[in-house]
C-alpha cells in the first residue's frame, strides 16, 4: 500500500475550520476518491475514529447519548448495558439495540447497504449507530447528523466532532476489503500498473468485486410511529417550518401593500418621483426570493407531513386489534384510510391558507379604516367574515353526511367483492343488486349538498364582497365626503379583503373537510399510539443465538414454557365465556394435540397461548413472564402460531416473503436454504419445481394460486420457520391426504421444540 494513497481522515472538532490538511482532501464524487479502498489504510498508524469510539459495555449510553442529542427525548432511565451474548452476531446485536431502544423511548432501524452505494447511505441514516468490527473488541460511533460531506459524530463526553463520511465508510468496509485486497495486489503488480494509477484501478477493482456485497451493523433512531404525533412533528421540524411559512407569508404580504403604497403615493401626487419608484421596485424585487421561500417551505412541510401521517396510518392499522377490524368490517378501515388523504393535503394546505388569510383580513381591514367610508368599511368586512365562518359550518355538516354515504358504500363495495365467489354460485340472481340504487341516489343527494356549499363559499361570498364593499362606498360618496386618495385607499382595502376571503373561505372549507376525515382517521391514528407500557430491561436470552438457546433449552429439559391458572376468556357480545376456567402447564418439549367439539373453544384457546387475545381472567405464563412484563410482540414472536384456514392469509408476495415473513427481510441464503429444506419435507418440492419462479414466485389473490392443502403446508412452514419456543397448530391437518398429513406431521414433530396441535376427534 503507498502513502500517495491516503489521504489521512482526521477527525476535528465540530465547526472548526478546514486546515490545509482538510483543504488537500479530495472531493468526494466517487471517481475522485484516491484512497485505495472504503477501509484500506493498512499502513495508517493512528485511527482517525479512535476518540469517538464508544466501547461495547458503553453501548447503552450512546444509544442515551444519540437520543437525547437528536431531540428524541428519551425516557429517563438507566441506559441498559448489554452482555457479552448480545455483541456474538449481527441478529443477536440487532435484538438488543432494538430492544434497548424501545427501553429508552425510541425505535432502531436497522439499515443495510451496498458496498458501493454505503457513503450515501451513511449520509442519509443519523442519528445512528455504527458498528466497527475490524478485528479486536467491538466498538460503535455514534453519528448525530450531516454537515454537507461530512458526519458530525459525538464522543463518550457528549461532545461532537466531524469526520468525513469517507472515513466512516473505511472503517465499515475495512473487514471485506482485507478478504479481497490480498489478491487486488496480486493483479495489480502483475499488471504493472504505474504507481500514480494505482489507486483508481483499485478502486475500481474492489467496487467491481464488493459492490453488490450488503453491508449492515448501522441503526438508524427515530421516534416510534406510535409517539405522540406533536412529538412526531417537532422531530420532522414542522412547527418550526410552518411558523417559517407564516413568516414568510406575512413579510411578503407587507412588502406588497408597501409597493403598492409608494407606487400609489406618486400617482396620486401627481409626480412621478424616482426615488419612490425605485424604492417601489426593489420592495417588489424583495418579495421573489420571499415566495421561492415559501414554496420551498410548504413543500418540505406537505413532504413531511404527508410521510409522518403514512407512518403513523401503516403502524396503527397494524395495532389494531385482529377483532376490531372483524367488527367493523376492512371495507370501513379501507373507507378511513382513503380519508387519510384529506388530512394530508387539507389540514395543512388549509390551515396555513386559513391563518394567512385571517391575517390578510386583519390587513384588510385596516387599510379600509384609513380609507374613505372608514371603521363603517372594517366593520362590514368582519360582518362579511362571520358569515363567511357560517356557511362554513354548514358545510362541514353537509361534508360530514356525504362522507357517512360515501364510506358505507365503499363497505358495501368491499364485502360484495369479498364475497363475489359466494353470491355467484349462491345469491339468488334478482338481489346481486339489491339496494343498490337507494345509496347511489343518497349519495347523490348529499354530493349536490356540498356542490352547493363550496358554490356559496368559494365564489358567492369573495364576490359577493366585492359589490358589498363598493356599495359600503356609496354613504360617503353622496355626503360628499372623503378625498380621492381616501377613495383610492379604501378601494384597495375592498379588492385585499376580497383575495383574503377567497383564501379564507378555501383555507376554512379545506380544515372543515380535514376535520371530518381526522374523525374518521383517528381511530388509526390512536391505534398507533397503543404501545403499551415499556418492555422490561432485556430477558436474560435476548442475545442468545438460536442454537444456544436450543442447547440451554435441552440443559433446562422439561422446563414449563408456558403456564395458564383457571383461564377465562368471553367474546364480546357473547353471554358465555368460549374458554372457561382452563389451567395447563406445558413444558420444553412436549408434544400436545388438543381435542374437542366443534365451537367447544379449541382456537380461542389457541389464540391466547400464542398472545393474539389476552385472557379475561386467569394468568397465562410463558417461561415465567406475563403478556404485559413480555410485551405482546415479544410473546408472539417466542410462540408461533398457525391460525385455522379461514383466519391465515398468503399475502401477495414470492413464495419465499410468504415462508419467511416471521423472520428477517431481505432474507440471507440460509435463511432461503432452511425454507426450502422444510418446504421439501412438508411434501411442498413438487411444488417448488412446479412454479416457474420456485421460492421466488408470487403468490396470493393475483399470483399463483394455491390449493387448500398447498396452503396450510405454507401456514405450517411458516409457523416452523419463526424458529419459536412452542408452535400452535390449529387444525392445520385438516386439509391433506393421509400420506402427505404423515409426512407434514414427522416434519412437524421433527423441527417444533414444543407443539401444541389441535384438531378434531
Ligand atoms: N370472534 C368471535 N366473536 C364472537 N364469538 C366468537 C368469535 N370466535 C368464536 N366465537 C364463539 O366462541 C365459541 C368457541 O369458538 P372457537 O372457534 O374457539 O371453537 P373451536 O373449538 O375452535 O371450534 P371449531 O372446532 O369449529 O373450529 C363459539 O361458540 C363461537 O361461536
Same mark, same amino acid.
Given at each position: 500500500?503507498?502513502?500517495?494513497?491516503?489521504?489521512?481522515?482526521?477527525?476535528?472538532?465540530?465547526?472548526?475550520?478546514?486546515?490545509?490538511?482538510?483543504?488537500?482532501?479530495?472531493?468526494?464524487?466517487?471517481?475522485?476518491? &484516491?484512497?485505495?479502498?472504503?477501509?484500506?489504510? &493498512?499502513?495508517?498508524?493512528?485511527?482517525? $475514529?479512535?476518540?469517538?469510539?464508544?466501547?461495547?459495555?458503553?453501548?447503552?449510553?450512546?444509544?442515551?447519548?444519540?437520543?437525547?442529542?437528536?431531540?428524541?427525548?428519551?425516557?429517563?432511565?438507566?441506559?441498559?448495558?448489554?452482555?457479552?451474548?448480545?455483541?456474538?452476531?449481527?441478529?443477536?446485536?440487532?435484538?438488543?439495540?432494538? =430492544?434497548?431502544?424501545?427501553?429508552?423511548?425510541?425505535?432502531?432501524?436497522?439499515?443495510?447497504?451496498?458496498?458501493?452505494?454505503?457513503?450515501?447511505?451513511?449520509?442519509?441514516?443519523?442519528?445512528?449507530?455504527?458498528?466497527?468490527?475490524?478485528?479486536?473488541?467491538?466498538?460503535?460511533?455514534?453519528?448525530?447528523?450531516?454537515?454537507?460531506?461530512?458526519?458530525?459524530?459525538?464522543?463518550?463526553?457528549?461532545?461532537?466532532?466531524?469526520?468525513?463520511?469517507?472515513?466512516?465508510?473505511?472503517?465499515?468496509?475495512?473487514?471485506?476489503?482485507?478478504?479481497?485486497?490480498?489478491?487486488?495486489?496480486?493483479?495489480?503488480?502483475?499488471?504493472? !500498473?504505474?504507481?500514480?494509477?494505482?489507486?483508481?484501478?483499485?478502486?475500481?477493482?474492489?467496487?467491481?468485486?464488493?459492490?453488490?456485497?450488503?453491508?449492515?451493523?448501522?441503526?438508524?433512531?427515530?421516534?416510534?410511529?406510535?409517539?405522540?404525533?406533536?412529538?412526531?412533528?417537532?422531530?420532522?421540524?414542522?412547527?418550526?417550518?410552518?411558523?417559517?411559512?407564516?413568516?414568510?407569508?406575512?413579510?411578503?404580504?407587507?412588502?406588497?401593500?408597501?409597493?403598492?403604497?409608494?407606487?400609489?403615493?406618486?400617482?396620486?401626487?401627481?409626480?412621478?418621483?424616482?426615488?419612490?419608484? !425605485?424604492?417601489?421596485?426593489?420592495?417588489?424585487?424583495?418579495?421573489?426570493?420571499?415566495?421561492?421561500?415559501?414554496?420551498?417551505?410548504?413543500?418540505?412541510?406537505?413532504?413531511?407531513?404527508?410521510?409522518?401521517?403514512?407512518?403513523?396510518?401503516?403502524?396503527?392499522?397494524?395495532?389494531?386489534?385482529?377483532?376490531?377490524?372483524?367488527?367493523?368490517?376492512?371495507?370501513?378501515?379501507?373507507?378511513?384510510?382513503?380519508?387519510?388523504?384529506?388530512?394530508?393535503?387539507?389540514?395543512?394546505?388549509?390551515?396555513?391558507?386559513?391563518?394567512?388569510?385571517?391575517?390578510?383580513?386583519?390587513?384588510?381591514?385596516?387599510?379600509?379604516? =384609513?380609507?374613505?367610508?372608514?371603521?363603517?368599511?372594517?366593520?362590514?368586512?368582519?360582518?362579511?367574515?362571520?358569515?363567511?365562518?357560517?356557511?362554513?359550518?354548514?358545510?362541514?355538516?353537509?361534508?360530514?353526511?356525504?362522507?357517512?354515504?360515501?364510506?358505507?358504500?365503499?363497505?358495501?363495495?368491499?364485502?360484495?367483492?369479498?364475497?363475489?365467489?359466494?353470491?355467484?354460485?349462491?345469491?339468488?340472481?334478482?338481489?346481486?343488486?339489491?339496494?343498490?340504487?337507494?345509496?347511489?341516489?343518497?349519495?347523490?343527494?348529499?354530493?349536490?349538498?356540498?356542490?352547493?356549499?363550496?358554490?356559496?363559499?368559494?365564489? $358567492?361570498?369573495?364576490?359577493?364582497?366585492?359589490?358589498?364593499?363598493?356599495?359600503?362606498?356609496?354613504?360617503?360618496?353622496?355626503?360628499?365626503?372623503?378625498?380621492?386618495?381616501?377613495?383610492?385607499?379604501?378601494?384597495?382595502?375592498?379588492?385585499?379583503?376580497?383575495?383574503?376571503?377567497?383564501?379564507?373561505?378555501?383555507?376554512?372549507?379545506?380544515?372543515?373537510?380535514?376535520?371530518?376525515?381526522?374523525?374518521?382517521?383517528?381511530?388509526?391514528?390512536?391505534?398507533?399510539?397503543?404501545?403499551?407500557?415499556?418492555? &422490561?430491561? +432485556?430477558?436474560?436470552?435476548?442475545?442468545?443465538?438460536?442454537?444456544?438457546?436450543?442447547?440451554?433449552?435441552?440443559?433446562?429439559?422439561?422446563?414449563?414454557?408456558?403456564?395458564?391458572?383457571?383461564?377465562?376468556?368471553?367474546?364480546?357480545?357473547?353471554?358465555?365465556?368460549?374458554?372457561?376456567?382452563?389451567?395447563?402447564?406445558?413444558?420444553?418439549?412436549?408434544?400436545? +394435540?388438543?381435542?374437542?367439539?366443534?365451537?367447544?373453544?379449541?382456537?380461542?384457546?389457541?389464540?391466547?397461548?400464542?398472545?393474539?387475545?389476552?385472557?379475561?381472567?386467569?394468568?397465562?405464563?410463558?417461561?415465567?413472564?406475563?403478556?404485559?412484563?413480555?410485551?405482546?410482540?415479544?410473546?408472539?414472536?417466542?410462540?408461533?402460531?398457525?391460525?385455522?384456514?379461514?383466519?391465515?392469509?398468503?399475502?401477495?408476495?414470492?413464495?419465499?416473503?410468504?415462508?419467511?415473513?416471521?423472520?428477517?427481510? &431481505?432474507?440471507?441464503?440460509?435463511?432461503?436454504?432452511?425454507?426450502?429444506?422444510?418446504?421439501?419435507? $412438508?411434501? +411442498?418440492?413438487?411444488?417448488?419445481?412446479?412454479?416457474?419462479?420456485?421460492?421466488?414466485?408470487?403468490?396470493?389473490?393475483?399470483?399463483?394460486?394455491?390449493?387448500?392443502?398447498?396452503?396450510?403446508?405454507?401456514?405450517?412452514?411458516?409457523?416452523?420457520? =419463526?424458529?419459536?419456543?412452542?408452535?400452535?397448530?390449529?387444525?392445520?391437518?385438516?386439509?391433506?391426504?393421509?400420506?402427505?398429513?404423515?409426512?407434514?406431521?414427522?416434519?412437524?414433530?421433527?423441527?417444533?421444540?414444543?407443539?401444541?396441535?389441535?384438531?378434531?376427534?
Amino acid at each position: 500500500m503507498t502513502a500517495e494513497a491516503q489521504p489521512g481522515w482526521e477527525a476535528r472538532p465540530d465547526g472548526e475550520e478546514a486546515q490545509p490538511g482538510w483543504g488537500a482532501r479530495p472531493q468526494p464524487g466517487w471517481g475522485a476518491r &484516491p484512497q485505495p479502498g472504503w477501509g484500506a489504510r &493498512p499502513d495508517q498508524a493512528v485511527d482517525p $475514529l479512535g476518540a469517538l469510539e464508544w466501547p461495547a459495555e458503553r453501548l447503552g449510553d450512546a444509544l442515551e447519548a444519540l437520543a437525547t442529542q437528536s431531540g428524541l427525548g428519551p425516557r429517563a432511565v438507566a441506559a441498559p448495558v448489554p452482555a457479552a451474548g448480545h455483541l456474538r452476531s449481527a441478529d443477536a446485536l440487532g435484538a438488543w439495540i432494538d =430492544q434497548a431502544a424501545a427501553y429508552l423511548g425510541v425505535e432502531a432501524e436497522p439499515i443495510a447497504a451496498r458496498y458501493d452505494e454505503i457513503g450515501e447511505a451513511l449520509l442519509r441514516v443519523a442519528p445512528a449507530l455504527v458498528w466497527l468490527r475490524d478485528g479486536g473488541a467491538p466498538r460503535f460511533l455514534a453519528v448525530l447528523g450531516r454537515r454537507g460531506r461530512d458526519l458530525a459524530a459525538l464522543r463518550a463526553d457528549r461532545s461532537t466532532a466531524r469526520v468525513p463520511v469517507e472515513a466512516i465508510a473505511g472503517r465499515i468496509c475495512r473487514p471485506i476489503e482485507a478478504q479481497v485486497l490480498p489478491e487486488i495486489e496480486r493483479v495489480l503488480a502483475r499488471a504493472a !500498473v504505474r504507481p500514480r494509477r494505482r489507486a483508481r484501478a483499485r478502486r475500481a477493482l474492489l467496487d467491481e468485486r464488493l459492490g453488490p456485497v450488503i453491508i449492515d451493523g448501522i441503526w438508524s433512531l427515530r421516534l416510534p410511529p406510535g409517539a405522540a404525533l406533536a412529538r412526531q412533528a417537532q422531530a420532522a421540524r414542522i412547527p418550526r417550518r410552518l411558523l417559517g411559512l407564516l413568516a414568510a407569508h406575512a413579510a411578503a404580504y407587507t412588502l406588497w401593500i408597501l409597493v403598492w403604497m409608494t407606487v400609489g403615493r406618486s400617482i396620486l401626487d401627481d409626480h412621478l418621483d424616482e426615488g419612490w419608484l !425605485v424604492a417601489g421596485a426593489l420592495l417588489l424585487a424583495t418579495v421573489v426570493p420571499l415566495r421561492q421561500l415559501m414554496a420551498w417551505l410548504s413543500g418540505l412541510v406537505a413532504i413531511d407531513s404527508s410521510a409522518l401521517v403514512k407512518q403513523r396510518l401503516l403502524s396503527g392499522a397494524l395495532a389494531l386489534d385482529a377483532e376490531e377490524v372483524r367488527s367493523e368490517g376492512a371495507g370501513r378501515f379501507l373507507g378511513r384510510v382513503i380519508e387519510s388523504e384529506a388530512i394530508e393535503g387539507l389540514a395543512m394546505g388549509g390551515g396555513v391558507a386559513a391563518v394567512a388569510s385571517a391575517f390578510e383580513l386583519a390587513a384588510a381591514a385596516a387599510v379600509l379604516a =384609513q380609507g374613505a367610508a372608514g371603521a363603517i368599511h372594517a366593520l362590514l368586512l368582519a360582518a362579511w367574515a362571520a358569515l363567511v365562518l357560517a356557511l362554513c359550518v354548514r358545510f362541514y355538516r353537509r361534508r360530514a353526511r356525504w362522507t357517512a354515504a360515501r364510506l358505507a358504500m365503499t363497505h358495501d363495495l368491499i364485502e360484495r367483492l369479498v364475497g363475489h365467489r359466494t353470491r355467484l354460485a349462491q345469491e339468488r340472481h334478482g338481489r346481486w343488486h339489491h339496494g343498490e340504487d337507494e345509496a347511489l341516489a343518497q349519495y347523490l343527494l348529499r354530493s349536490r349538498d356540498i356542490d352547493r356549499s363550496q358554490i356559496e363559499i368559494g365564489a $358567492l361570498m369573495p364576490r359577493g364582497w366585492l359589490i358589498a364593499g363598493i356599495a359600503g362606498l356609496l354613504p360617503p360618496f353622496l355626503a360628499g365626503t372623503g378625498s380621492a386618495g381616501a377613495y383610492a385607499v379604501a378601494l384597495g382595502g375592498v379588492l385585499l379583503a376580497s383575495r383574503a376571503l377567497q383564501g379564507l373561505s378555501g383555507g376554512l372549507s379545506s380544515l372543515a373537510s380535514a376535520a371530518i376525515a381526522w374523525e374518521q382517521v383517528s381511530t388509526l391514528f390512536q391505534a398507533a399510539a397503543r404501545g403499551g407500557p415499556p418492555p &422490561p430491561p +432485556l430477558p436474560p436470552d435476548a442475545g442468545r443465538s438460536p442454537a444456544r438457546a436450543r442447547g440451554q433449552e435441552a440443559a433446562e429439559a422439561r422446563a414449563v414454557v408456558l403456564e395458564a391458572h383457571e383461564l377465562s376468556f368471553r367474546h364480546k357480545g357473547r353471554a358465555r365465556p368460549a374458554v372457561a376456567d382452563v389451567s395447563v402447564r406445558i413444558a420444553a418439549g412436549d408434544r400436545i +394435540l388438543l381435542e374437542g367439539p366443534s365451537g367447544g373453544g379449541k382456537s380461542t384457546l389457541s389464540a391466547l397461548l400464542s398472545g393474539l387475545r389476552a385472557p379475561d381472567v386467569g394468568l397465562l405464563l410463558l417461561n415465567g413472564l406475563d403478556r404485559h412484563m413480555l410485551g405482546a410482540a415479544a410473546w408472539r414472536r417466542r410462540v408461533a402460531a398457525a391460525p385455522q384456514f379461514h383466519e391465515n392469509h398468503v399475502l401477495a408476495g414470492t413464495f419465499a416473503y410468504n415462508l419467511l415473513m416471521g423472520r428477517r427481510w &431481505p432474507p440471507r441464503p440460509d435463511d432461503l436454504a432452511e425454507a426450502e429444506e422444510i418446504c421439501h419435507e $412438508l411434501g +411442498l418440492g413438487e411444488l417448488l419445481g412446479r412454479m416457474p419462479g420456485g421460492l421466488e414466485q408470487v403468490v396470493g389473490e393475483t399470483g399463483w394460486q394455491l390449493s387448500h392443502g398447498e396452503r396450510s403446508r405454507l401456514y405450517m412452514a411458516r409457523a416452523l420457520l =419463526q424458529d419459536a419456543e412452542v408452535v400452535v397448530l390449529d387444525e392445520s391437518f385438516a386439509a391433506l391426504d393421509p400420506e402427505t398429513l404423515e409426512r407434514a406431521l414427522r416434519c412437524v414433530l421433527r423441527r417444533a421444540r414444543t407443539l401444541v396441535v389441535i384438531a378434531h376427534p
